[in-house]
């Protein structure tokens, strides 16, 4: 009788542990804060890797002057998704992450009078962003009839710039098809080494927006980039109805072209730039390598967990006034999938 006891008591035991472990598993998992700092209050953003169930977002903010607010806490902030109230789980201050950016450069017949521009800003752009000696990253790739890698993930700056100055315009336009393509390499980039790695994810379009080709349609690219957590900056070489007798050069009538720019970079939490000089650019470059490291970060486990692959819209406000906020429009809700790191390249 006690041996029977004894063998059911263990049964019940294993059956307890099993389906305890069963349990877990279909929870959302968060890795835990450093010791001593308590959830909403972090100071690092958790790795995205490990972060199942959770939406990410990454926002800047500004006063009416455009300066950069990086003293906020959680508390400043509110979040809705579908106008419902969303609870801030965790909460960060982004101000130093590694960098790893898809340097998009058109090389269209479209653009071929403003090819060397082009160059010019995309070499102005990497010098005044990437570190030299840190693990800030970058890849090249053009679009024309198709998009193609000309230089794979690196730090070396000579390396980039060579590429860059190779190339030559001709051909349709591809642009749909370049941010697709480069979204997905962003979303494997090479990670840092070291425990809990994060990255800064950003795409640079240079291009005067016009797509003629491409076989993925303006909300597959934006869906791609949301996708890959990247914001698109956009410097566009369309000079039609820019006026210059400003300070900085100014558009009074918005082309197509720029339309589609505007949209990537408002979708994404990023910006759009409308020079006519690659001087006008050196400061918005230099407000770009600020903005990258002033940012907050969030995670939240939305209210409606329903992963049916639809489209939520996302609203992040703080109380403070005369602040705005900038970040992703949205999300798509697919289920996510646990990611394999990238080894880094060398």
């Known amino acids: 009788m006690a041996r029977s006891r004894i063998l059911a008591f263990v049964v019940w035991l294993l059956f307890f542990a099993v389906a305890s472990a069963c349990a877990q598993q279909t929870l959302p998992r968060i890795p835990p804060p450093p010791p001593g700092v308590t959830p909403g209050q972090q100071k690092t953003a958790p790795p995205i890797q490990v972060t199942t169930g959770f939406v990410h977002l990454v926002a800047t903010v500004t006063d009416r002057r455009h300066n950069f607010i990086t003293n906020l806490d959680q508390g400043d902030f509110k979040i809705l998704e579908d106008g419902v109230p969303q609870q801030i789980k965790y909460f960060g201050r982004e101000t130093d992450l590694p960098l790893r950016i898809a340097l998009l450069l058109d090389t269209s017949n479209s653009i071929r009078q403003r090819l060397q521009f082009e160059q010019d800003a995309a070499i102005d752009f990497l010098n005044s962003v990437i570190r030299r000696g840190l693990d800030d990253r970058a890849f090249l790739m053009t679009f024309d009839n198709e998009p193609e890698v000309i230089q794979d993930y690196t730090g070396d700056l000579d390396l980039l710039t060579k590429a860059i100055r190779d190339q030559r315009a ?149 109380n403070r006034k005369g602040l705005v906020v900038r970040t992703r429009k949205g999300y798509y809700a697919i289920a996510p999938t646990a990611a394999t790191p990238v080894p880094a390249s060398k």
């Open 170 to 318: 001709g051909g349709g336009t591809a642009l749909n098809d370049a941010i697709c393509m480069a979204a997905d390499k962003l979303a494997k980039a090479p990670m840092p080494k070291g425990p809990g790695p994060e990255v800064r994810r950003v795409l640079v379009v240079i291009s005067d927006g016009d797509d003629n080709l491409s076989d993925h349609a303006l909300s597959d690219a934006i869906e791609a980039a949301i996708r890959a957590e990247a914001s698109i900056y956009a410097i566009s070489t369309n000079t039609e109805w820019l006026t210059t007798d400003t300070d900085s050069p100014r558009k009074f009538h918005i082309e197509a072209g720029d339309k589609v720019l505007e949209q990537f970079a408002e979708q994404s939490g990023g910006r759009v730039f409308y020079p006519y000089r690659v001087e006008d650019l050196a400061q918005s470059f230099m407000d770009i390598g600020a903005e990258l490291r002033s940012q907050y970060f969030f995670a939240y486990a939305p209210t409606n967990s329903q992963m049916n692959g639809q489209y939520h819209k996302i609203e992040v406000d703080t």
